[in-house]
């Protein structure tokens, strides 16, 4: 296939260079995989998330909407309450007359001040952990952001917040039941590794920038605000933007993370709210058509699964939420989401990848008892992430 790169990169080109791009056409050549050269990925996901509009004279007003709006929230998310954090200490005249960080009244400013610093704390205890083992989201990024790194800066940024922050982290990690552990047993961080150094005043980690993605997010979305593993589903897309090949693309990767994290969550969050577990969005009406696919499929496999009692919730739950992104290495997740983003009935593919991840392994889960089984399931064997594509198509295509 090496010989047909060139092709493939020019039949990219051909439907992106069109005044309104074919989204059926584009669909088509990202499901079997997106170049990484001359940016194409990045484009191809702002387009499948429906962050660029199909018509390509919009894209550059757009882009500079989006990116000023980025601006303003960080304006008034992280600097404003830095500045009267700051400020806290200089004016104070009569405490009762103003707001106090001991006013009991819950519209105060200070009471949001301290729920906001929980979230914060359970997203910086996430993102540090991110992909332990790549250096990237350690490293500097080559575009801080200025608004909030000027030296001249006298607020409290984020990461003075979570420096000063003595509230005990009472974990906000609405977390579910115990076998549906987030993180999976191989990818945990060595004790080593989980504190970071904190770079230098000036330069800041990728894995901070995520962490205002994530903290903006949580604020603009009060009724979700930030669950466990929405980090593992900014990691890949920051990163994706973040070693963009085109550098006036590159130095906006966080606006365009951000909206474009908005816009998958808008279709994927109801797998974070625990409320609608078992309503026909929730998470559990997926794992079940997880197991009614295989029932189809494979019932041989279905069976045993069921004689053994491993329910779908004690691997498909992780599977399904976070889009795969715990079970492959992160350049494998990338190419599974180009196959996820282009499915146009929006993830129903990836209830026949989980199909495929099973039948791979159906001989050695026949043959398991419950505990080998469970082992295979929450620390997958399979790394070749095309075979498991290719076995799912096989499945879509023997509808």
């Known amino acids: 296939a090496r010989g047909s790169a060139p092709l493939r990169i020019a039949d990219f080109q051909e439907v992106l260079g069109e005044p309104t791009v074919a ?26 998330l429906n962050y660029l509009p199909l018509e390509k004279a919009l894209w550059s007003s757009l882009l500079k909407k989006q990116r000023d709006l980025y601006s303003q929230f960080l304006k008034e998310m992280i600097i ?7 400020n806290l200490g200089v004016s104070r005249e009569d405490v009762t007359l103003e707001d106090h960080p001991l006013n009991p009244n819950p519209d105060s400013r200070w ?15 996430d993102v540090r952990r991110l992909y332990p083992d790549m250096a990237f989201f350690q490293r500097p990024t080559d575009y801080p ?54 770079l230098p005043n000036g330069c800041e980690a990728h894995w901070e ?7 903006i997010y949580a604020k603009l979305n009060p009724g979700i605000a930030y669950v466990q593993g929405m980090n593992e589903i900014v990691g890949p897309l920051y990163y994706t933007f973040a070693t963009d090949p085109n550098s006036e693309w590159k130095e906006h990767a966080e606006a365009d993370t951000f909206f474009c994290f908005t816009n998958l969550m808008a279709e994927i969050r109801d797998n974070f709210i625990k409320s609608l577990d078992d309503s026909q969005c929730g998470i559990t009406y997926k794992m079940e058509k997880v197991y009614s696919t295989l029932k189809e499929k494979d019932v041989e496999l279905y069976l045993k699964l069921q004689e053994q009692n491993i329910k779908p919730q004690f691997f498909a739950f992780r599977w399904l939420t976070l889009l795969l992104s715990q079970e492959f290495l992160l350049p494998d997740v990338i190419r599974i989401w180009d196959s996820l983003f282009a499915d146009d009935k929006r993830f129903d593919f990836l209830l026949l990848v989980c199909c495929a991840m099973l039948t791979l392994i159906r001989d050695q889960l026949l043959e398991g008892d419950f505990t080998l089984n469970m082992r295979l399931l929450q620390d997958y064997p399979i790394s070749d992430v095309h075979l498991i594509l290719k076995k799912a198509k096989e499945l879509q295509d023997s509808k």
């Open 23 to 48: 989204l059926a056409k584009l669909r088509e050549l990202c499901f079997s995989g997106i170049p990484f050269d001359g940016g194409l990925r990045c484009l191809c996901w702002k387009i499948l």
């Open 209 to 215: 920038v995520v962490e205002r993605i994530l903290f």
């Open 80 to 86: 404003q309450p830095g500045i009267a954090k700051a």
């Open 145 to 198: 952001c200025l608004l909030i790194l000027d030296p001249q800066n006298e607020f409290e940024t984020l990461r003075r917040r979570v420096e000063q922050t003595t509230l005990k982290s009472q974990t906000v990690a609405r977390n579910r039941s115990g076998v549906t552990n987030v993180s999976s047993p191989l990818k945990t961080t060595p004790s080593s590794l989980s504190e970071y150094e904190v």
């Open 111 to 125: 009471n949001t001040y301290f729920k906001d610093n929980e979230v914060l704390l359970q997203i910086d205890k």
